[in-house]
């Protein structure tokens, strides 16, 4: 049994595999983490190995602290990859999106894959079916765009994401609702709209924190899974066990 712990920008995601079973998903709060991982452990005390995917701001000697009580792998640059990164600056591509990239690769062989990961930024992650990685795109995500919205203008509210009926807002509010989620829809179809007309034999993976909001907003076919880089993680795992 183990544990895959995926250290984001705002949060902590981490889930409980058997195998390749995902038992339970864990949401972890930075100021919470000791806590909760500890609580984990007394949950599920046959976890055994913890693999770790950090992007975050977590001091990455952090997990040293279970050493004594686990075994850590860390999914790292020096890792194995099962896709050609063809990005002009590989150094500076996330860990994250090497991990998406790689769940995607195993998952859905022999056909385009356009990995849309929906968190604080959103980004876009493409890997043809000849398992070459091309790259994509970042942007704000949605909660990104409320703040910065009322924190960079005088007189906007700071609102919480709401589903929409309409793409005319009749009040500010509704504007902001608006421009922020179908401003997003409109960005996400584009994209994918773009990719489409270039490319067959495709699959459009959409995940994390905001997609399952996202997928009820979106006109395409897609395969929506919020723990899609979790499931990756502990496949990137396996993939590197298996030299």
Do not use: W
């Amino acid at each position: 049994m183990l544990l895959a712990i995926d250290v984001g920008n705002t949060r902590i995601k981490s889930a409980v595999f058997e195998h390749n079973t995902l038992l339970k998903v864990f949401h972890i709060e930075y100021k919470e983490v000791l806590e909760k991982i500890s609580f984990i452990l007394h949950e599920y005390p046959k976890i055994e190995l913890f693999i770790i995917s950090s992007v975050g701001k977590l001091d990455k000697n952090f997990f040293d602290y279970f050493k004594e009580r686990v075994a850590i792998y860390e999914i790292t640059r020096q890792s194995r990859f099962p896709f050609q990164n063809l990005y002009s600056t590989p150094e500076t591509l996330g860990l994250d999106r090497m991990v998406l990239a790689t769940g995607a690769v195993l998952q859905f062989p022999n056909q385009n894959r356009l990995v849309i990961d929906a968190g604080t930024c959103i980004t876009y992650d493409f890997i043809n079916e000849d398992n070459q990685y091309l790259g994509g795109a970042i942007s704000p995500g949605i909660r990104l765009r409320y703040e910065s919205l009322h924190r960079f203008t005088a007189k906007l509210p700071l609102l919480d994401q709401k589903n929409l009926d309409n793409y005319v807002g009749n009040s500010t509010a509704e504007s902001i609702h608006s421009g922020v989620v179908n401003g997003i829809r409109y960005e996400i179809e584009g994209f994918i709209g773009a990719y489409q007309s270039d490319y067959d034999k495709f699959i459009i993976i959409l995940t994390g924190g905001d997609a399952d909001f996202l997928a009820k907003q979106l006109k395409n076919t897609i395969f929506a899974n919020s723990n899609f880089l979790l499931e990756s993680l502990n496949q990137t795992f396996q993939y590197n066990q298996n030299d």
